[in-house]
């Protein structure tokens, strides 16, 4: 363990859950002056995510799920849950306020992305299925 990590784990351990969060809210404010969110976010994401995955020291400090031998890294760990739950609110933030073409050529490449991914391990029969009911799904709802 490192020296800051030493330092903040004496500062942090007899500190409440409520004082934490109190510093945390003062503390953001002036540690995010200057800095661009937009590109800073997808890098916090993706370290956050290869963490929880298990691709980072930082994945022995999450509290992810162990996994057995039979699992992939996520099965094992609690990102999909998350991510489930994240992703839809994040697309309900985000897509309004993109330009329309930005937002059909994002909104195009999401959809192959999620068709080829969630159809992955099917057979033809179940792949069409799954396509089938994802398109009266979207139509549906004209």
Same mark, same amino acid.
């Given at each position: 363990?490192?020296?800051?990590?030493?330092?903040? %784990?004496?500062?942090?351990?007899?500190?409440? *859950? %409520?004082?934490?969060? !109190?510093?945390?809210?003062?503390?953001?404010?002036?540690?995010? %002056?200057? +800095?661009?969110?937009?590109?800073?976010?997808?890098?916090?994401?993706?370290?956050?995510?290869?963490?929880?995955?298990?691709?980072?020291?930082?994945? /022995?400090?999450? %509290?992810? *799920?162990?996994?057995?031998?039979?699992?992939?890294?996520?099965?094992?760990?609690?990102?999909? #849950?998350?991510?489930?739950?994240?992703?839809? #609110?994040?697309? #309900?933030?985000?897509?309004?306020?993109?330009? !329309?073409?930005?937002? @059909?050529?994002?909104?195009? #490449? +999401?959809?192959?992305?999620?068709?080829?991914?969630?159809?992955?391990?099917?057979?033809?029969?179940?792949?069409?299925?799954? @396509?089938?009911? *994802?398109? /009266? !799904? +979207?139509?549906?709802?004209?």
């Amino acid at each position: 363990m490192g020296m800051m990590d030493r330092m903040m %784990e004496k500062f942090l351990g007899d500190m409440t *859950v %409520e004082e934490k969060k !109190k510093m945390m809210m003062e503390m953001m404010p002036k540690m995010m %002056e200057g +800095i661009d969110m937009a590109e800073m976010m997808p890098q916090m994401m993706m370290a956050m995510m290869s963490g929880m995955m298990g691709g980072s020291p930082q994945a /022995e400090k999450s %509290e992810k *799920v162990s996994t057995s031998s039979d699992q992939t890294p996520m099965e094992g760990s609690m990102m999909p #849950n998350m991510m489930t739950e994240m992703m839809p #609110n994040c697309l #309900n933030i985000i897509l309004p306020g993109m330009p !329309k073409e930005d937002r @059909i050529d994002f909104v195009l #490449n +999401i959809v192959v992305i999620l068709k080829e991914q969630g159809s992955a391990g099917m057979s033809d029969e179940e792949r069409q299925d799954f @396509i089938a009911r *994802v398109v /009266e !799904k +979207i139509t549906g709802s004209l």
